[in-house]
């Protein structure tokens, strides 16, 4: 079982940047694949990028590809998600999400999840 609690969100002005951070906390973080998701008031969770458990492999959501960056640090149990160029239409509680197998975009297939942070960008 794994312990997920994420950092860095906040208010940034958008065309800024922000680093979220997760920190893991558990068995075995290396051997569990990454996701990070975001959730807009009325909307649906959805998929932001995805890293696995070597950091050998990455994917993104259309809507972030080029922008954001997800990297994952398994002597310290943390996966950042850095976030540039932010427009208002990225403002969301991010979640970050844990799974013991490869990366996947469907949130249903995460088996533990973080509480969240917020994000807010200002236009």
């Known amino acids: 079982q794994v312990q997920l609690v994420e950092s860095g969100g906040g208010l940034v002005q958008a065309g800024g940047s922000l680093r979220l951070s997760c920190a893991a906390s558990?068995?075995?973080?290396?051997?569990?694949?990454m996701g990070w998701f975001r959730q807009a008031p009325g909307k649906e969770r959805e998929f932001v990028a995805a890293?696995?458990?070597?950091?050998?492999?990455?994917t993104y959501a259309d809507s972030v590809k080029g922008r954001f960056t997800i990297s994952r640090d398994n002597a310290k149990s943390t996966v950042d998600l850095q976030m540039n160029i932010l427009k208002p239409e990225d403002a969301a509680l991010y979640y970050c999400?844990?799974?013991?197998?490869?990366?996947?975009?469907?949130?249903?297939?995460?088996?533990?999840w973080g509480p969240g942070t917020q994000v807010t960008v200002s236009s």
């Open positions: 999400a844990a799974r013991q197998d490869v990366w996947s975009r469907q949130a249903a297939a995460y088996d533990y």
């Open positions: 558990g068995r075995a973080f290396s051997s569990y694949s």
């Open positions: 890293i696995t458990w070597s950091g050998g492999s990455t």
